[in-house]
């Protein structure tokens, strides 16, 4: 079974500045993909980046971005130019593509602090 | 506005009441999951259904029971809730399972269950 660990429970960055949230997982497919959600405080999921695992460009969308490295099993998420709006709890995730019930498979989750 | 919705958002309940959380989305989309989300172990998957009348388990499905009548709606029902259900609940969808699509979430319901 695949699993997902988010080693840090708590980080905390200043505004403007740039933090890494780490995420490692445990698989033995070679196809499948990867996701980051942020869970502001009104608990709502939403989705902040995916990568696609047969992709070696990491995948950028905005002031978000992965580091994506397939051999260490390793998915952190930069966040550049921190904003007060970042600050709530990511979740990595990973999704089998041979998976037929869809399964996200969830970190334990990072929150986030974001100092003005 | 595309969505997917719960209802309701909070309840409390008592030990062995039945109780029916809805989960509607309104974007045609043919796949549908319940996650649940306790503290340190983030969201685990209850149940989830590929397509009307089609569900099947997930890592967690015990004490729990779906259905899946109509393509937009997807409820979870608690037969007898027990307190090692109080949880976070998440219902999401996604236009087909498999492959690159991405899953939509719902904004949670808290339970708790005396």
């Known amino acids: 079974a695949q699993t997902v660990t988010q080693s840090q429970p708590e980080m905390s960055v200043q505004e403007a500045e740039t933090v890494t949230l780490s995420c490692t997982y445990d698989t033995s497919e070679s196809d499948y993909y990867l996701f980051w959600y942020k869970q502001p405080p009104s608990r709502q999921m939403i989705l902040v980046i995916r990568?696609?695992?047969?992709?070696?460009q990491n995948a950028t969308e905005n002031r978000f971005s992965v580091n994506f490295q397939k051999a260490a099993k390793s998915f952190s998420l930069k966040i550049s130019d921190s904003q007060l709006g970042d600050a709530a709890m990511y979740f990595c995730a990973y999704r089998s593509a041979n998976n037929a019930g869809n399964m996200l498979t969830f970190g334990g989750g990072t929150r986030l602090m974001v100092k003005p | 506005e595309a969505q997917v919705t719960q209802n309701p958002r909070y309840l409390i309940t008592v030990t062995g009441k039945k109780l029916t959380v809805t989960c509607s989305q309104n974007m045609n989309h043919e796949y549908m999951s319940w996650y649940r989300q306790d503290p340190g172990l983030g969201l685990r998957q209850i149940y989830y259904s590929m397509n009307v009348e089609v569900t099947d388990k997930g890592d967690v499905p015990e004490g729990y029971k779906v259905s899946r009548k109509e393509k937009r709606n997807f409820p979870l029902i608690l037969e007898s809730p027990s307190p090692n259900q109080t949880s976070l609940y998440f219902c999401?969808?996604?236009?087909?399972?498999?492959?690159?699509?991405?899953?939509?979430f719902g904004p949670g319901t808290r339970l708790l269950v005396l």
């Open positions: 990568q696609e695992a047969y992709k070696q």
């Open positions: 999401a969808s996604s236009p087909l399972a498999g492959g690159e699509e991405t899953q939509y």
